[in-house]
T-cell receptor
Framework: TQLLEQSPQFLSIQEGENLTVYCNSS?????LQWYRQEPGEGPVLLVTVVTGGEVKKLKRLTFQFGDARKDSSLHITAAQPGDTGLYLC????????????WGAGTKLIIKP | EAGVVQSPRYKIIEKKQPVAFWCNPI?????LYWYLQNLGQGPELLIRYENEEAVDDSQLPKDRFSAERLKGVDSTLKIQPAELGDSAVYLC?????????????FGPGTRLTVT
């Protein structure tokens, strides 16, 4: 059972366009993290959202945690080729076992 | 601060051969994870250590996979014998644990190809 559903699975757009990817669940999470993984490397943490309704910005990336803490979105403004990668969301259920529930990822390609 | 170190980066072996992967976590991180990742997919947990104790190994195929974390620092993951379906990237991650954050820091992974 996939507790975290990411959509779309794959997205290919032109440089300069905007995009939004989603991470949805029927479960409540204490916090949710977004990672980006480039080919041949491990995932790198981008942001952690903790509070329902929270919005965090990282340059051209905007992350939002749903009010009910069941879903999250990542919006990229004016995408650049350097944004290319696999975007993974991961949630913790607050059960103190330091284990994350991982989504399957959105593969993003930004074409020059 | 040095990140998570893994070796080797790449390994090609024939089926039925043994293989071992090594991980050195970030200094002071109590929690260590081994994940398996197939191409374009999210990581799948194999085993989680708190210090030297394996606290979650429910997803580890114990007939062929084994792991150890002697002295609660470095860790080794072994497969014996390897099967074709074991071809994947094996990721090691660490986090502070024990009252710290859930944020995980990953090594670059070992890409295993079984022929």
């Amino acid at each position: 059972t996939q507790l975290l559903e990411q959509s779309p699975q794959f997205l290919s757009i032109q440089e300069g366009e905007n995009l939004t990817v989603y991470c949805n669940s029927s479960s409540v999470f204490s916090s949710l993290q977004w990672y980006r993984q480039e080919p041949g490397e491990g995932p790198v943490l981008l942001v952690t959202v903790v509070t329902g309704g929270e919005v965090k910005k990282l340059k051209r990336l905007t992350f939002q945690f749903g009010d009910a803490r069941k879903d999250s979105s990542l919006h990229i403004t004016a995408a650049q080729p350097g944004d290319t990668g696999l975007y993974l969301c991961a949630g913790d259920r607050g059960d103190s076992n330091y284990q994350l529930i991982w989504g399957a990822g959105t593969k993003l390609i930004i074409k020059p | 601060e040095a990140g998570v170190v893994q070796s080797p980066r790449y390994k090609i072996i024939e089926k039925k051969q043994p293989v071992a992967f090594w991980c050195n976590p970030i200094s002071g991180h109590n929690t260590l994870y081994w994940y398996l990742q197939n191409l374009g997919q999210g990581p799948e947990l194999l085993i989680r250590y708190e210090n030297e104790e394996a606290v979650d190994d429910s997803q580890l195929p114990k007939d062929r996979f084994s792991a150890e974390r002697l002295k609660g620092v470095d860790s080794t993951l072994k497969i014996q014998p390897a099967e074709l379906g074991d071809s994947a990237v094996y990721l090691c991650a660490s986090s502070p644990g024990q009252g710290g954050s859930y944020e995980q820091y990953f090594g670059p992974g070992t890409r295993l190809t079984v022929t």
